[in-house]
């Protein structure tokens, strides 16, 4: 980083978080106790501070981990500054546990951004910090910055887990891995995702050699072709039943395979991932998840995906491939048809934007759902485009990773989609600086509006004094 880029780069940061401070100030005056999941997260964040490690709230599907971070910052806190009484885990101080993971979630997406672009020498210094500021802006996940909630340090966790795998420090990624997967156990599919990279990157390496003996045309000349996908699908099979390359690849990953196989011995033991209430949060094929997280995606990302190029790319596409669009469609609409739930929260809860996403969009008509698919289509395609800088195994294996995440889902819950945009983000190419800072722009009035309606448009419900406020 040179002088001029960190300079900025520590102004940037010291504006973000002084701004985020000002607005915890807001929130913590207007909500001092636990709102919603608080209420279970903090008194379980207590009964660690008050050493009751074996105390467990039933209700938390989770694990521990957020607890035990807080309690390890704020103790030593606590004796450095000489904190006593009720200050000491108040719901002010736990909430600021997620104040410092966002300042580390800054750090961090710079440092991918940084790394994964670094050949790109058209990229400014500019145009880094920018990119930075607008992720660490993502609505989703700068709302849960106030509250006291395991996204931020999910986040980060995995975040830096990524981070160490790109730098091949494998060790200290799946042990990164480890501390992610006790904020929230779907994160070891990022685990497997960090694996996923080691792998995508040898088998195209092979593949380069593979075609330059042939003397074939590039990879990327040919991606997305049915004869190109049958012979990569055969050279797949051909390089992964060699117990030479199966050694090789043990060998790069194994770090990762013991978390994996900790993951599963979890699960045996444990009865299933979820370790509370599970009532509410049974796995499922919900197919449909990944059209959801496709229009979300194209909702926050508009300026990269919603241009009249890639417009005008896809109606050519749809001219030149009509057979593949139909077949596509005709699949979308029978997973639509037979994988659609509706979670009793969604239908329940109208603290969330999920709820009136749902009841003004999807429960207009029986026939809304379907009438969706070209723009599940489009978006799809948008979306895929967008990623055709990277390599072809690069791409199924994150694809395989989105749907492990998104599918099991039965809960639409927009939270499930912050780390799967976060790194597709990170991975497509650098947009022009308008399309950056309109994306940024766009980023800012979504908070204040969401903020805007937190804080001054509370509502009650009947039979309650409980004040209740608008939240993702």
């Avoid at 490690?53 to 209700?59: E, G, I, R, S, V």
């Avoid at 002010?92 to 546990?97: A, D, E, K, S, T």
């Avoid at 750090?107 to 992720?135: D, E, G, P």
Wanted: a positive charge.
């Amino acid at each position: 980083m040179e002088r001029s880029e960190a300079y900025g780069f520590s102004a940037v940061m010291s504006g973000a978080f002084l701004l985020s401070c000002l607005l915890f100030a807001a929130i913590n005056r207007r909500q001092r106790g636990p709102y919603m999941d608080e209420a279970f997260h903090v008194p379980q964040a207590q009964a660690y501070c008050h050493g009751r490690f074996l105390q467990w709230d039933p209700m938390i599907t989770t694990l521990p981990g957020l607890y035990l971070v807080s309690v390890g910052v704020v103790k030593p806190a606590a004796w450095l500054f000489g904190w006593t009484g009720s200050v000491v885990c108040s719901v002010g101080m736990l909430r600021f546990i997620n104040l410092l993971f966002s300042a580390g979630n800054f750090y961090l997406l710079y440092l991918l951004l940084s790394k994964i672009h670094q050949k790109n020498k058209a990229m400014s210094a500019f145009q880094r910090v920018l990119s930075t500021l607008t992720l660490a802006m993502f609505p989703t996940l700068y709302f849960f910055t106030f509250l006291y909630y395991t996204d931020p340090g999910s986040v980060f966790f995995t975040l830096f887990a990524y981070l160490m795998c790109l730098y091949g420090n494998h060790k200290t990624s799946a042990l990164l891995g480890f501390c992610g997967f006790m904020f929230r156990q779907t994160n070891i599919v990022w685990t497997v995702f960090c694996a996923g990279n080691v792998v995508a990157e040898k088998l195209n390496e092979a593949w380069k050699t593979e075609l330059q003996k042939k003397k074939d045309e590039k990879i990327s000349s040919r991606k997305g072709s049915l004869s190109d996908l049958i012979r990569i699908s055969q050279f797949l099979i051909k390089y992964l039943i060699s117990p030479k390359n199966l050694v090789t690849l043990t060998a790069l990953t194994w770090p990762y395979i013991i978390l994996v196989a900790a993951f599963f011995g979890f699960v045996f033991v444990n009865g299933g991932i979820v370790v509370g209430d599970r009532s509410s949060h049974e796995a499922c094929l919900h197919f449909p998840q990944l059209f959801y997280f496709l229009s979300f995606t194209a909702f926050f990302s508009f300026p990269h995906l919603l241009t009249p190029t890639k417009i005008r790319k896809f109606l050519l596409s749809l001219g030149k491939h009509p057979v593949r669009y139909s077949l596509i469609s005709v699949i979308s609409l029978l997973l639509i048809w037979k994988f659609t739930y509706v979670h009793k929260y969604l239908l329940a809860d109208n603290r969330h934007y999920t709820f009136y996403v749902w009841r003004r969009v999807f429960q207009r008509h029986d026939l809304v759902k379907y009438l969706l698919v070209p723009v599940y289509i489009f978006a799809g395609w948008s979306f895929a485009d967008t990623l055709k800088s990277k390599s072809i195994f690069w791409i199924l294996m994150y694809f395989v990773c989105l749907l492990a995440v998104t599918v099991p889902q039965k809960l639409l819950e927009f939270r499930y989609f912050i780390l799967p945009f976060l790194i597709y983000r990170l991975n497509i190419p650098f947009p022009s600086l308008c399309r950056q800072l309109l994306e940024l722009a766009f980023y800012i009035v979504v908070n204040a509006v969401t903020l805007y309606l937190f804080l001054n448009r509370t509502f009650q419900w009947p039979n309650s004094d409980e004040i209740q406020r608008f939240m993702w």
